[in-house]
């Protein structure tokens, strides 16, 4: 292929342009994507966070195609992979991308396992349809290897998923999506259950993918010193849009960041505070069956000002750091 | 010396496997004052739910004692047992799977009561204690009749809590009560457990693998590694001065959102991972540990290196 040959790093890889998503459930009409924007550029490492149900499973299975059916629909907007629309791509496309060039790992390891497969099979079943031309033994080796990578003794691959712990699950899963070597990686709070030092030799896996073979990843989670640490950009999800954008030593210097950002940062207990409470942002998440005229945030918003409620925000950018809010609009002008 | 409320002596939890046996707590010693929190930290795998588990009963211990202020809980029989319940409680990991999907929230929230006391409370009794243990718990009183599958993730683990409270234990398990959780509801319920220790002197054994929040919520912590306890000291003390190297690895592996501690030495352990199953004598961080002598492959002891500070380490010797 000719992209192949011009491989560089700016190369964009993922693009998500203005995407919007609903579910369509019996009672309501639920908005989980409201004019997302996102780049994915090859070879790098993107953060994405947002509170629960601000839409980062969505847009991972919106990129796959994999939203539910009859329930999800897309209605707007572009995803383009390698330079095709993935929302024209027909469904044998679609089968070829997904597990081979991208790679989901699901944030409930159980949707990707099944309970009456020895672990050790159902890896192996990713080989057998990602490279059919490997013999018996060089798969068995692979397997095995994969497994002791992810701190799993291969000795134990003949037993089930239930007679593992929850943190092992996920472990087994990532597995399955690392064996293969994927493109694009999209994993969903992969490494929550996990203790840090096998966090971290995990995230060490998937960096070495991208050296070995560029592969891209997303990374979602709640961990924001997880992104800080592992990823080079950062996105930050508020009900269905990205509401910052930055590269990693932008966002976490702390000098401008959007106040849901700043929200986030402040509600984590850090290694040498010694405040007796936490301050959690206050308010509830934004209500997903109503669309706010203005930003979504300004009802938990410490510096919501008039214009906030009535008109959405416009980009603020600098050096590739982007934030939607009024607030620097204001400050700027 | 006061007694403990929860103290374990030699407990033993071993499963079954094709393999062999799997010894997921080997040898547990630990010590939960009144009014105090003890976190469990560790790999998970390590048998942090097992352990919680086993001290509850909720799993048969292979061998060893649970003691409940004072008294070896692991010879009550079944009725005993139930009683025991109204002091002692766990909150799950998982706030999906752990709530009765055709239970409707009140219902729920007072199952644990109608369990205890049969039909023994009335009607108005019952609708108190229910209203009350929800309004502390952050529940909004009109989700009594709503299912779990109607909350998000954040009040349903509110649901959990609110089971576990509602009959006022003097002891909780928590298993990773906010990990699922995103940050800001993680702060609440972290503050709302802490208030409600401070309101009724409860006890903690709070288990997760989230070391910020570990040295935000206990007293001491204990590390495990595979079943054993590897280290175990005040919080302070531990952050200051770990000592075994698992510990020192997992402290150096803290993510942090501080720009500055990006460059910081991280020391990762390396080599296999040894299995649980049929383990060898030992230490069971032998294998990775930079510092490995041959003594580390034969006992395995926790000792006091300091007062209140113990480690079970050779090097230390
Ligand atoms: N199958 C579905 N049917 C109806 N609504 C759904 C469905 N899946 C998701 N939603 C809703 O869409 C919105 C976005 O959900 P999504 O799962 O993408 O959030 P998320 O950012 O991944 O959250 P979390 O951190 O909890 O995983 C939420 O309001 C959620 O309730
Ligand atoms: N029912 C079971 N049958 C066989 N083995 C089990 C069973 N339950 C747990 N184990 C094993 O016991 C060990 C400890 O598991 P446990 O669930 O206590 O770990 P954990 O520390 O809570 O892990 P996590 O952090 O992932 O929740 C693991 O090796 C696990 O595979
Ligand atoms: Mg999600
Ligand atoms: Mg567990």
Redesign the pocket.
């Known amino acids: 292929m000719a992209q192949d040959i011009k491989l560089n790093l700016e190369e964009i890889l993922l693009d998500i342009s203005d995407l919007h998503v609903q579910y369509n459930t019996d009672d309501a009409t639920i908005f989980a994507l409201n004019g997302f924007n996102l780049q994915v550029r090859r070879g790098e490492k993107l953060g994405l966070v947002g509170e629960t149900g601000a839409g980062k499973t969505t847009m991972a299975l919106s990129v796959l195609r994999l939203l539910p059916d009859k329930i999800g629909k897309v209605t707007a907007g572009r995803i383009l992979y390698g330079g095709d629309d993935l929302l024209e791509q027909t469904e044998a496309y679609m089968l070829g991308l997904r597990g081979r060039r991208i790679s989901m790992i699901f944030q409930d390891p159980m949707t990707s396992l099944n309970p009456i497969v020895a672990v050790g099979d159902q890896i192996m079943e990713v080989l057998d349809l990602h490279a059919p031309y490997m013999s018996r033994y060089e798969k068995n080796e692979r397997v095995d290897r994969i497994l002791s990578m992810v701190g799993i003794p291969p000795a134990r691959k003949m037993e089930f998923p239930y007679q593992f712990?929850?943190?092992m699950k996920q472990r087994i899963v990532i597995a399955m999506a690392l064996i293969a070597e994927p493109e694009l990686l999209l994993a969903d709070e992969p490494t929550t259950a996990l203790d840090v030092t096998m966090q971290a030799q995990i995230l060490d896996m998937m960096s070495r993918l991208k050296q070995e073979f560029n592969t891209s990843v997303v990374l979602i989670t709640h961990d924001l010193g997880v992104v800080a640490e592992f990823c080079d950009r950062v996105a930050v999800v508020y009900a269905g849009k990205v509401v910052e954008q930055g590269a990693v030593e932008q966002v976490f210097a702390r000098v401008r960041n959007h106040p849901y950002t700043v929200g986030l940062l402040n509600c984590i207990p850090d290694l040498e505070s010694t405040a007796a409470r936490l301050i959690p942002i206050p308010g509830q998440m934004a209500d997903p069956t109503r669309l706010s005229p203005g930003c979504a945030f300004a009802d938990r918003c410490v510096h919501c000002m008039d214009i906030c409620r009535r008109k959405p925000p416009k980009m603020y950018e600098q050096d590739g750091h982007w934030i939607l809010c009024h607030l620097f609009k204001e400050r700027e002008d | 010396m006061t007694i403990p409320l929860v103290e374990t002596v030699g407990l033993n939890k071993f499963f079954k496997t094709p393999g062999g046996m799997l010894h997921a707590v080997e040898n547990i010693n630990l010590k939960i004052p009144a009014r105090k929190t003890l976190g469990v930290v560790g790999e998970?795998g390590c048998g942090?739910?097992t352990l919680g588990r086993a001290i509850l009963r909720l799993t048969p211990v292979t061998s060893g004692e649970v003691l409940f202020e004072g008294k070896n809980i692991l010879h009550y029989s079944r009725d005993d047992m139930k009683h025991m319940y109204r002091n002692m409680q766990m909150i799950f990991?998982d706030p999906y799977s752990a709530l009765d999907p055709r239970m409707t929230l009140y219902n729920l929230i007072s199952e644990p009561i109608r369990e205890l006391y049969g039909d023994s409370l009335c009607q108005t009794e019952m609708d108190e204690r229910v209203h009350l243990i929800m309004e502390l718990c952050g529940l909004p009183r009109s989700y009594a009749n709503s299912y779990p599958h109607e909350l998000d993730g954040g009040r349903r683990q509110r649901v959990g809590l609110a089971r576990a409270m509602v009959i006022e234990p003097k002891f909780v398990v928590c298993?990773?009560p906010v990990s699922a959780l995103d940050v800001s509801v993680q702060a609440q319920i972290l503050n709302l457990l802490m208030d409600l220790q401070e309101q009724r002197g409860l006890s903690y054994m709070f288990?997760t693998h989230d070391l910020c929040v570990v040295r935000h919520i206990s007293d001491d912590i204990m590390v495990m590694y595979m079943g054993q306890a590897v280290e175990c000291a005040r919080k302070e003390e531990l952050f200051r001065h770990p000592l075994h190297p698992y510990t020192k690895a997992l402290l150096s592996a803290i993510p942090s959102t501080n720009l500055s501690r990006r460059n910081r030495i991280r020391y990762m352990p390396k080599g296999e991972v040894s299995s649980p199953i049929n383990p060898a004598p030992g230490c069971r961080f032998a294998p990775r540990c930079p510092y490995v002598s041959k003594k580390c492959k034969a006992e395995y002891q926790l000792k006091e290196v300091d007062t209140g500070h113990y480690v079970a380490c050779h090097m230390y010797d």
């Open positions: 712990s929850g943190g | 998970s942090k739910s990991q298993d990773e288990i």
